[in-house]
C-alpha cells in the first residue's frame, strides 16, 4: 500500500479562545454528496481541549467549507472524569443516532494525567452531542491498571468492537513518562464494554513504549488497523497490523504506506491516524508534528 499525501488542510488560526492551538485525533463524518464534517480536538489558552469541526468538499479539501463558533463538547463538571479535556476519537452512527466515543482526562498528582473513555449521543440529525453520563464507560480497572484512551469502535451484527490504548507503566522521568499499547473489548450495547486485557497489537521492538489511535476498517475477509507508534529514540510513525476476528492481530508496519516529509509540517512525526472510504477511495486523515499543533493532514490510498 501507498499513500498519496494532499497536504496539510486544516489549522486553527487562533480566533477562537476554545481552539487557541492544535486540531488533533480527527474523524470524518460523511454528510452528503463528497461533503464531510471533520471533528477535531483543540486546546484553549489554559491547555484544556475541546471537540469543534470543520467542513470540506473531499474533492477540494482544502477549501473550508464551514467552521463550528463553539465546540460541540467542552470541559466536564468539576470532579467529573473529563473536567480538564475532551478528545473526539470514535464516531458511530447507530440506527437515528450518533455516537461519539471520546477521551476525557484529568490532570493528576505525581503523574501529569488520568484518561479514560467517555460517550456522547447525537439524538437527532445535527442535533447537539450530549455526554450519556457523568462517568466514563470504560476507565482503569484490574485488566487496565493505568489508563485507558483513543478507542475506535466498530458495530459487526449483534457484536460492538472497541480497540483502545492500555497504559501499562509510567517510566520514571520528570515529568514520569507513560507507557502502552493496544488491548480489545466488547460489547452488546456499545456501552456496557467487557475487557478481560486481551492485547491486540504489542510492542514489536525493545526500544518501542507506545501504541496509540487505532483506526479500523473491514474488508470482507480481513480487518486491517492503522495506528501510531513511538519509541524512547523516535518519534510516532505510523504502523499497520492485520486480524481475521478482530481480536488476533499481526503486525506488518512495512505496509502502513506513509512516512514522515523530509521537511515542513509532518517532518518530524505522523500520528493519530483515521482511515475512511468515499466510493471506491480511501483517505487517511493524520496529524504532524507536536501532536496536532500543526494541524490535519489527509493522503489518498493509491
Known sequence: MRWRKIGNIFTPNGDKDWAQTHASVPIAD???????RIYFTSRDIRNRSHIGWFEIDIKEPTNILAE????ILAPGKIGAFDMDGVMASSLICHN????????????????????????AVQSEPNGIFERYSDGPVLDRSPADPYFVATPDVAVDGECWHMWYLSGLNWLSGDPPISTYNLRYANSSDGIDWQSNGT??????QPNE???????????????????????RNFNYRLGYAESSDAMNWKRQDEEAGLAVSESGW???????????????????????????????????LD
Not at 518530524?268 to 493532514?297: A, K, S, W
Open 30 to 36: 460523511h454528510i452528503t454528496d463528497d461533503i464531510f
Open 68 to 71: 463550528a463558533d463553539k465546540p
Open 96 to 119: 437515528q443516532e450518533k455516537r461519539l466515543y471520546y477521551i476525557g482526562w484529568n490532570q493528576s498528582i505525581g503523574v501529569p494525567f488520568h484518561n479514560s473513555i467517555g460517550l
Open 199 to 204: 492485547v491486540a497489537v504489542d510492542f514489536a
Open 209 to 231: 513504549i507506545a501504541i496509540a489511535r487505532p483506526s479500523v476498517v473491514r474488508n470482507k475477509e480481513r480487518w486491517q488497523m492503522w495506528f501510531c507508534v513511538r519509541g
Open 266 to 300: 509532518d517532518s518530524e512525526m505522523i500520528c493519530y491516524p483515521h482511515v475512511f472510504d468515499r466510493g471506491n477511495q480511501r483517505f487517511m486523515l493524520y496529524n504532524g508534528n507536536g501532536f496536532g499543533r500543526t494541524g490535519i493532514g489527509l493522503a489518498i
